[in-house]
């Protein structure tokens, strides 16, 4: 297996794994959960709970897409495919890092 490809699959299994662990503490949580954190401190920085399963599929999305571009724009240099998939997996950890805080922050972890 080629390094896009396991990057690909780890990236998938990490959004899928967010999605688990918020499915089983679904009834925990809060009706609104702090995303935003760019915006200044309160109600701009909320978003509904049920906005990160769209977040989550848009990413399993854009993780399809990004693995599509990837094998296009690098049919003969793996260099190509693999900093293209770097790029998306390192937006799936900082994903993950902002779920990471929310459910430490709520189910006091």
């Known amino acids: 297996m080629t390094t896009s490809k396991t990057l690909f699959w780890i990236a998938a299994?990490?959004?899928l794994l967010m999605c688990g662990v918020m499915a089983l503490?679904?009834?925990k949580l809060?009706?609104?959960?702090?995303?935003?954190?760019?915006?200044?401190?309160?109600?701009?920085?909320?978003?509904?709970?049920?906005?990160?399963?769209w977040i989550f599929l848009g990413m399993e999305i854009?993780?399809?897409?990004?693995?599509?571009l990837a094998n296009w724009a690098g049919k003969e240099d793996t260099t190509v495919q693999n900093t293209i998939m770097i790029g998306v997996f390192l937006a799936v950890i900082l994903m993950f890092a902002s779920f990471s805080?929310?459910?430490?922050?709520?189910?006091?972890?």
């Not at 854009?62 to 599509?68: Q, S």
Request: aromatic residues 22%.
């Open 30 to 53: 809060p009706p609104q959960l702090p995303w935003f954190y760019s915006f200044p401190w309160g109600e701009r920085q909320l978003v509904n709970k049920i906005w990160l399963i």
């Open 25 to 27: 503490f679904w009834n």
């Open 101 to 109: 805080r929310i459910m430490i922050i709520f189910l006091n972890l």
């Open 13 to 15: 299994l990490i959004v």
């Open 62 to 68: 854009v993780l399809f897409l990004t693995r599509l």
